[in-house]
């Protein structure tokens, strides 16, 4: 009997939640494969009622209403380490997902370690210890055993439980408005494959001639459509490195193509005519002119630069009892560094964006332009010094 995933929804209204979890297969796949659906509903006792929707059975269910309500802002949206959920069920339910709760991410800001798991996070908070006794299963073999369903309910059981005290906890902390502004960006995951960005992300693409790009561009999409055919990886069809290396040669036959390292021969006697057609393609297409702009690149005087920025962030992190991940990335504050140093304009880089900036983001300005200082305090810990313009 189908699943009644109207009534769920109209649940999830009411109540004004929704937790979802997914299981998925991208193991030797053109993209992962969407296996298990497991949502999560409050009832009239406040207990959890959970449905396991199969999307790989035949009778299947109606995914249209619980796909509305994950586009509803009125409904929060409860996840754990969602980002792969999120891109998921927006290619292949068709809908957005918004107003989301990460609990993942909110761990981050409650003085828990970034990237903490479920298991212990639910440990952590709710006391609550998971069997996970089916972690590494194979979710496309069909029937699923009882042990397996089982595993799939526990990934949800307790999500709504846990996002509740997590909100809590953070709202006692002054910061969940900071992990709320975090996970919107959960709201723009994808994982579409647009040509024009692959392409754009092949090694030294920037440095080819306009002609070779256009060769290069071509054979990226002849890539993708073979490996989507096949439902591989696109690395197993062409590696970019060969791939690139195929356009500079731009060969008329099979055998200047066999010249070519990294083709190996079964690719060869397999998609051999289809490289040259599409080499030829791209031949008759016009050359693709580069905006690449070599970035900035580090000195070795820039090196303590960088390391007195981290130092800073660190020091932070540990006074606000935040997971230093959550505030600054190694190769942001290299962009930082290098535009202070070079007076160009700052980079548009999470660290000087939103809550980031308020707590961390203008006092990296201020010490990479002299206004700050960092010394060893009495009790071996960094202080951070305003400087007079005296000193």
Known sequence: MPVDTAAIAARARETGRLGIDTEFVGEG??????????????????????????????????????????????????????????ALLRRVWGTELTNIFDTQVAAGFAGLRAQLG??????????????????FTKWDARPLSPEQVEYAREDVL???????????????????????????????????????????????????????????????????????????????????????????????????????????????RRRG????????????????????????????????????????VRTRALENDLAYELMAARADLQRIVLAVRDDAPLPEVRTLQGWRRELIGDELIALLTGDLALAMGPDRKIEVIARTASA
Request: glycine share 4%.
């Open 273 to 312: 005519p289809d490289i040259i057609a599409a080499v030829e393609r791209g031949r008759e297409r016009p050359p693709i002119p580069s905006t690449y702009e070599r970035p900035a690149q580090p000195e070795p005087e820039d090196a303590p630069l960088i390391a007195l920025a981290e130092a800073l």
């Open 29 to 86: 796949r053109y993209r992962p494969l969407l296996c298990l659906v497991q949502v999560v509903v409050l009832d009239e006792d406040g207990a959890s009622q959970v449905t396991v929707l199969d999307p790989l059975v035949d009778d299947g269910f109606d995914a249209d209403p619980l796909a509305e309500v994950l586009a509803d802002p009125s409904v929060e949206i409860v996840l754990h380490a969602g980002r792969q959920d999120v």
């Open 158 to 268: 307790h999500i709504l439980q846990l996002a509740t005290k997590l909100q809590e906890r953070l709202d006692g902390m002054g910061r969940l408005q900071w992990a709320t502004e975090e996970c919107k960006f959960l709201e723009g995951i994808r994982d579409d494959r647009d040509p024009d960005t692959i392409f754009e992300k092949l090694p030294r693409v920037g440095a080819l001639e306009p002609a070779i790009r256009a060769v290069a561009r071509e054979l990226v999409v002849w890539r993708e459509e073979a490996a989507q055919q096949a439902d591989r990886p696109v690395s197993s069809v062409l590696q970019d490195a060969t791939l690139v290396e195929i356009a500079k040669r731009r060969p008329k036959s099979a055998e200047r193509l066999t010249q070519i390292r990294g083709l190996h021969e079964g690719t060869l």
């Open 118 to 135: 479920y298991e212990p996070l639910l440990n952590e908070i709710l006391g609550v210890r998971l069997r996970k006794s089916a972690s």
